[in-house]
T-cell receptor, first 112, second 112 residues
Framework: KQEVTQIPAALSVPEGENLVLNCSFTDSAIYNLQWFRQDPGKGLTSLLLIQSSQREQTSGRLNASLDKSSGRSTLYIAASQPGDSATYLCAPGDSGNTPLVFGKGTRLSVIA | DTAVSQTPKYLVTQMGNDKSIKCEQNLGHDTMYWYKQDSKKFLKIMFSYNNKELIINETVPNRFSPKSPDKAHLNLHINSLELGDSAVYFC???????????FGSGTRLTVV
């Protein structure tokens, strides 16, 4: 059964810093991995989707990497801004109809 | 707007009542899900439907009954509500694991 761990659980940084959020998963037989953002009291917004054949995906200041064999993914946020403050969730996806399994997330605060 | 929409956004009700949450997606996805996010913000799968058929039913009380009239709708009916049912319930959909998941904005259920 897939288990997902995200480190750190919480992170507070000054504006402008580059930062890395870590995600590890126990079952490396995944089809893809998706990173989400959740603002307080809101739903989940998809940030990046990496297929198992890819090593990384980029969107603006966000870059996600995937090392499937070691069961790890990282989300790199460049030049952080207060608007980046949110909880970030990673979810590896299996093939077929197996639902996404989530980690507990990393709660990020970027201080102006 | 192409999206996953849930109604209502907020639901406050007394113990013992029966309530329903509706979910609709206009993305043409063939699989829909219900997730529960508890007070510790942990997201856990409850049900998964593919083309109107139940394919995943995690260990949830049988007071919870999903209903899918067509592949664009997945409603969640809850009987005899209990205090512990208070949570945020998220609907999601996917077409194919290659394309990732899209989440609704959530329904905050409070049982008093």
């Amino acid at each position: 059964k897939q288990e997902v761990t995200q480190i750190p659980a919480a992170l507070s940084v000054p504006e402008g810093e580059n930062l890395v959020l870590n995600c590890s998963f126990t079952d490396s037989a995944i089809y893809n991995l998706q990173w989400f953002r959740q603002d307080p009291g809101k739903g989940l917004t998809s940030l990046l989707l990496i297929q198992s054949s890819q090593r990384e995906q980029t969107s603006g200041r966000l870059n996600a990497s995937l090392d499937k064999s070691s069961g790890r993914s990282t989300l790199y946020i460049a030049a952080s801004q207060p608007g980046d403050s949110a909880t970030y969730l990673c979810a590896p996806g299996d093939s077929g109809n197996t639902p996404l399994v989530f980690g507990k997330g990393t709660r990020l605060s970027v201080i102006a | 707007d192409t999206a996953v929409s849930q109604t209502p956004k907020y639901l406050v009700t007394q113990m013992g009542n029966d309530k329903s949450i509706k979910c609709e997606q206009n993305l043409g996805h063939d699989t829909m899900y219900w997730y529960k996010q508890d007070s510790k913000k942990f997201l856990k799968i409850m049900f998964s439907y593919n083309n109107k058929e139940l394919i995943i039913n995690e260990t949830v009380p049988n007071r919870f009954s999903p209903k899918s009239p067509d592949k664009a709708h997945l409603n969640l009916h809850i009987n005899s509500l209990e205090l512990g049912d208070s949570a945020v319930y998220f609907c999601a959909s996917s077409h194919d694991t290659s394309y990732g998941y899209t989440f609704g904005s959530g329904t905050r259920l409070t049982v008093v």
